[in-house]
Each structure stands twice: as structure tokens, then as C-alpha cells.
């Protein structure tokens, strides 16, 4: 096979990951990534000072979900360093009636809890519910119409906002929550289905939580090593041209020539730049938004937290100001070895409160805490205080995303064979669903 020149647009996870497999499958290849930032992995970042890490983006991922995820780690060798959630994670709560209120994860919890027995009369009327007849509907709709508006408005919309920062009556169940319609469409029943397909499995699946010592950027650390004299940082991508032979990536800086380029780009990025197919590629980003969301990380030298648990969600009709709180330190208390007992996330912002972007830091911080003393009765001190912004960073699949997003790749498989697409704006937004779009492009890459 020809040695191929490639241009991999972007070092966040799905660009670092690809260069991988094609290295892997194919290593005559010459991989270039193109990356507009001093370093790499994207929103996958973290914070260090004095022995003490906070992981700024994702931190937690359950090995059920997370073959492609645990796979790169193992392939890369830092397999090592992976750690395992506490049980405490179990844990998790709800602010609902001005308090927090334990989510039920079992029958004794559905009986025992206030939470609970409201539950009990919708999931038994569930199975009565006719099938729907829409191919694809909104998170919101798909919920009320099997559950009512108290399973809805209560544990899905604030789970909607833990995934995504989105707006449930705006976005794709398909796109989302595709076995969730799935269970509907073999079963006539969400409940029944998830009672059937349980019996089904022989075999226990390990659900707990896991990330790496020093957290993601671990493993980011190390594909960034694996491609140092590749990745050309302070390159940001304004244009991509086909000529007769060659595809040219047009910079700030320079032109890069290539038999084949794979945009890794960020969806607000794609957006902008110029390419061959803009034309569908502006159908396709049509009314396509992206969530923003802000998070104030706190570390107390003290265990200050009167609650154990992996954090709580906070729903909407509550009118709140967070989002939400992660109890770090619950989670992973062997993430880092620094001496602080106690690490917290607030998140802000989203589609609920989007002007929270604007806000100072100072302003945010304040919100933070007043929510903690107001939630958990906590008054200390952070030691450590840090905000990080995420602009239009999440995206917000609306309605029919899958059916359109086939269409595109249609049109450049038949058009422009040469330029792919990956990125959490296609398949799915999480780390897994990244790695294994990177890893599935790579391997039809090397069968062509």
C-alpha cells in the first residue's frame, strides 16, 4: 500500500485517538495534526498545583459504556494507572422541596423514599402506554408521553442537563437516548423491556465509575507524547481546497498539502471555515447549537461535606442557580495525593442560564458558595478556587440529527471522498463515543 500523506484538523481527543488507529492499521502513513492551541486534548484538561489535580472536563466513565475508552488505555500502556470509584458514588441526590433527596436506585428505595413512592404509580402504568408513532421525537415529549410530567420534570430533565446542558424539549431521543426508543419499539414498554433484557443477560456487568490517577489528561499526556513531532501546535485551520490531486489546508501561518484530511474540529470551528461541500454543510449545521456551561472548582484542606455520594442534580422548576454539584473527593479520593480532603464542582450556565457566561469570576464563585450553605449548609472557606468557561462547547442534537448527519456523509462519500468528519457533534458528545468514532473511520480508512 502507497504511502498516504494525512492531515488530522484538531488534538482533542477524537484527533489524538485517530492518529492512533491509523498509526496502528496502517503505519506508512504520514500523520500531520494541525492543532490551533499550545496543547493538546481540547476540553480535556486539568488543573495542578501542589499535588492536588482537578480534572476541568470529563472525570468519570463507567466501564460498562467505555470498552473503546478502556481499550485505547490498555493499547497506549497506562492501564496502570486507572482507579475505581468509591462505593460512595452509589450515592446521589436530587435538590427537590428545598432539600436534598436521595435518588431510589432499589425496590426498598422506591418504598422508603418521598422521592420513590411518587415514582411507583407511573412505572406501573407505563406498559399501558401506546407505542408512539413518530420516528423521532423530543427527549421532553418522548418522557411525558410514557411517564407524565413527574418523572419527567424531575429525574430526566435535570439527567438531561448532567449529560448535555441541554433543553429536553429541543433535543433528538434518538440521538440521546436511542435505547430508550428502541425498548419501546421491541417491547411496548420501557419497563418490561428493561425487566426482559435483564433476564436475558447471563452475565454480570461491572458498572462502576473509573478514571486515571492524575485524571484523563493521563492519557492525553501520552498520545500527545506518541505524536510530539507530529502535531504542529498554533496552526488554526480557515480553509480547506480541493485541487486536481491534493487537498490543501489553508492556516494562519502556512498551507499544508494532503492525500487525505480528517477534521477533528470543534463544531463552532467547522461552522466557520471555508470547505468544498459548505453548501450541505450549512444545511446540516442549520439551527445546530451548542450549550455552554461554567464550573467553579473548590478544594478544602478540611473534609467539610456533611453528605457522601457522587453530587447532586438540581431540576429546573426549582429556579435555582447551578446546575448541579460533583463531590469529587467521593468519588475518586485516590485521584491525586495532595493533602486536600475535600474537591467540589458547581456547574453554572447551560441552556437554563446562559448569560452566566458573562459573569466575573468573582460573581460565579459567589453563586457557588451561596449555593453550597443553601443545599448543604456548608460555610468554610475554599482553599483553592478556580473557574473554568466551556463556550459552545456541548452540542445540542435537535430533531431527525441522525437522519441528517447520514445524509451529509452520504454526500462526501460520493462527492469528497477524501475529506472525512469525526467529533462529538456527529455520534455522540462522550470520550467513548469519540474513540470509537475515530477507531470505526480509521479501519474504514484502512479498507479503502
Known sequence: MSNKRVLILGAGISGLSLAWYLRKYMPQTTITI????????????SFGKEGLVFDLGPKTFRTKSSKELMSLIEDTCVEKEII???????????????????????????????????????????????????????????????????????????????????????????????????LESSYGSIVKGMFKRKKEKSKKVEGALFNLKGGLHTLIDRLEKEFSSSIIHGAEVTKIEE???????????????????FSALPLQVVKKIHTPFDREKDRFFHEFPSSSIACVNFAFKQKVLPKEGFGYLVPSVEKEKILGVVFDSEIFPYLDESSYATKLTVMLGGSQHPEMLDYSDETLINIALDALYLHLGMHENPDVKLVTRYDKILPQYPLYHNNRRENLFKHLKECHPKISLIGNYLKGASVNACIKNSYETAKEFVSH
Do not use: W
Open 34 to 45: 494541525l492543532e490551533k492551541n499550545e496543547s493538546a486534548g481540547g476540553v480535556i484538561r
Open 84 to 182: 475505581y470509584s468509591s462505593n460512595k458514588s452509589n450515592k446521589k441526590y436530587l435538590y427537590t422541596k428545598e432539600k436534598l433527596q436521595k435518588v431510589p436506585t432499589s425496590p426498598v428505595g422506591l418504598l422508603s423514599s418521598s422521592i420513590g413512592r411518587k415514582l411507583l404509580l407511573p412505572l406501573l402504568k407505563e406498559s399501558k402506554v401506546k407505542k408512539g408513532s413518530q420516528e423521532d421525537e423530543t427527549i421532553g415529549a418522548f418522557f411525558r408521553r410514557r411517564f407524565g410530567n413527574y418523572i419527567t420534570d424531575t429525574l430526566v430533565e435535570p439527567f438531561v442537563v448532567g449529560v448535555c446542558a441541554g433543553d429536553m424539549h429541543k433535543l433528538s431521543i434518538n440521538s440521546y437516548f436511542p435505547e430508550m426508543k428502541k
Open 243 to 261: 485541487c486536481e490531486k491534493i487537498l490543501k489546508v489553508h492556516t494562519n501561518t502556512h498551507t499544508y498539502e494532503a492525500d487525505h484530511v
